[in-house]
């Protein structure tokens, strides 16, 4: 017994597409912006985007609180709001950076529902600052971090674990704390570490150097999945843990780094991002192409750069971490390596 499928191909017209579309619209745009950006901040959260998710509810308190509690829908949205809540913030002497901050989360929920046509595009943050300003100088120099590298610490204190993660830091090609925080042991392969950064989704991958392997090997906790003793008490398959853990983490070592920094008599405020900064403007001291600097950071928003990034071989990218770190430890002796990755 044989069956025969038979299927209709329904050719639907250009005009009535676009009526269809236009109904869909009609329809959508009396959806509640508040609700939409909630069900978005969850959303990231459950994609492990913690610091997208804290952003956008962040940035939708602040519209509300300008909103004075009032939701809004969709078809009310428009380049005059936006204007008015950009005036509101000055007014209120709320700082460029976080304006920008706002304002392209703001963004980003706004664009999220034009794709799935819950509102026309209409351009409503094209006169709204959504850069960044120049800050105060975040990074510091070699000798710097050589005063950092010298302090004399208590062995196995919490001090010397800062000052270590923060010179890991640097080495790493200026690895961010999130990523260090959650480097796993499965993520070094032979002799480099292959990660994905949280922020970019970026691959980046480092050779492991001497002066690396002998940090590692300090910290390494036999049984723990990551490189380093931050995240093991907390149930790492909960996500409201995970990111409440690693937040108490990044506070306390951004304390103590400070702390250190006035020991070492470093004119600057110490952070986590000051090593990543640092790591960049030495690069770049050191006449090193801006492309294989972006490659280093795992940077995505430069498209000429990316275009040129592609065609880099990683073992220029290493050869230069190699001259920034023979800076510091000219004649660095490796530890031994067997174990600690397994």
């Not at 351009?123 to 050589?146: E, L």
């Not at 790493?172 to 704390?177: I, V």
Request: charged share 25%; net charge positive.
């Amino acid at each position: 017994m044989y069956s025969v499928s038979i299927q209709f191909r329904v050719k639907v017209s250009k005009s009535k597409k676009k009526a269809m579309k236009n109904a869909t619209l009609k329809k959508s745009c009396r959806v509640s912006f508040v609700a939409y950006a909630n069900k978005e901040i969850e959303h990231m959260w459950n994609k492990e985007s913690y610091s997208t998710s804290r952003n956008y509810r962040t940035a939708l308190h602040s519209f509300l609180r300008y909103r004075e509690g009032k939701d809004i829908m969709f078809n009310e949205f428009d380049s005059d709001l936006i204007d008015d809540y950009n005036r509101w913030l000055r007014h209120n002497n709320i700082c460029p950076n976080t304006i920008s901050c706002y304002m392209r989360s703001l963004r980003a929920i706004y664009n999220k529902a034009v794709k799935v046509h819950i509102v026309r595009q209409t351009y409503p943050f094209s006169d709204v600052f959504t850069g960044i300003a120049k800050t105060d100088k975040r990074s510091i120099t070699i000798a710097d971090i050589s005063r950092l590298q010298q302090l004399d610490l208590k062995r196995g204190s919490f001090k010397e674990f800062v000052r270590d993660l923060f010179l890991f830091s640097f080495f790493a090609l200026g690895m961010p704390f999130i990523d260090l925080a959650f480097l796993r042991k499965s993520q070094i392969v032979g002799e480099n570490i292959v990660y994905y950064r949280h922020k970019t989704g970026q691959k980046v991958t480092i050779r492991l150097e001497p002066c690396m392997s002998d940090i590692i090997c300090r910290y390494n906790v036999p049984g723990s999945e990551f490189v380093f003793p931050l995240l093991t008490k907390m149930n790492t398959k909960a996500s409201e843990s995970i990111y409440n853990c690693y937040k108490s983490r990044i506070c306390y070592y951004n304390k103590i780094l400070n702390g250190l920094g006035k020991e070492a008599g470093i004119p600057s405020q110490l952070t986590s991002y000051v090593a990543r900064h640092t790591w960049a403007t030495v690069a770049y001291q050191k006449q090193v192409d801006l492309p294989i600097i972006s490659k280093a950071l795992g940077h995505t928003n430069t498209k000429t750069t990316q275009i040129y990034v592609k065609e880099l071989n990683n073992d220029k990218l290493n050869k230069v971490n190699r001259k920034i770190i023979a800076q510091l430890f000219p004649l660095y002796k490796s530890c031994t390596r067997k174990g600690f990755y397994k």
